[in-house]
């Protein structure tokens, strides 16, 4: 995954100190360390932001060989956010977000230009122990999803389901349980329609800036087990070490260097083991914001 920089914070403060992580955050912090900076393409990302609350973001990457880039703007003013993105296929896409409609609440409607059936609303509810989180498709046969977390910032419990009324049938249904501390953090996650178990685990050790994760994988239909293990690395405050390594023999490696503040290059390399005429995989990202 490419880097990215944050946006600028919105004036408008939402959700509640008490409340439960969205349901698909579940497992986040484990998946950040295996997955989040491991980029094999080559990719330059230029954000500029400015006093008004506009931001404009160009990115471009090279794939096999194929340039691909967009250029994306955002705009925030008082609870609303609106993001606009066109790339190099002439897509155009569209997100507002207005917080606090209705105290605790977001909401968000999205669309792509010229996809007349990408039209999506999306609803957030944030209770002192639960959050809930809606999407529905506007169009005459559309997606329906539905997500909730009970419980509290430690711990938490919830579920999602998706449903497609062309079919009348259901696209997916997940539940899981998590636990957060400043210094540990476990998921249990039963997927795919009930037919894979995930297991995730991230732990800080006592050297700074240093944390391991591993993750465990059972598929209930072909009994098939998997595992990766990582860690990442703060040599100093400004670079980042991470590796990993899964029981397919795969192990990959990023080292990610801030030599400004929100600006990073980051160089991702990948190997199969079992694959020992194969070249490794490589990636440059560099993250410019002035």
Known sequence: MATTLSSNKSSVKFGMPSSPAPFSDIGKRVKDVLTKDYNFDNKFILTIPSDSGLLVTAAGSVRDQI???DI???YKSSGTTVDVKVDTCSNVSTTVTVNEIVPSTKAALSFKIPDHKSVKLDLQYLHHHATINSSIGLTPSPFLEFAAAIGSKQHSLG???GFDTSTASFTKYNVGIGLNTPDLSAALVLADKGETLKLSFIQSVPINGSTIAAEMTHKFTTYENTFTFGSSHA???STLI?????NNGIVGVVCQRE???KSHIT????YDSKAISAPPRLGLAVALKP
């Open 159 to 161: 579920g999602e389901v």
């Open 242 to 246: 991470k590796a990993r390594i899964s």
């Open 67 to 69: 340039f691909v880039g």
């Open 259 to 261: 030599w400004r503040p």
């Open 72 to 74: 994306s703007t955002q």
């Open 235 to 237: 040599i100093d405050p």
């Open 267 to 270: 160089f991702s390399a990948e």
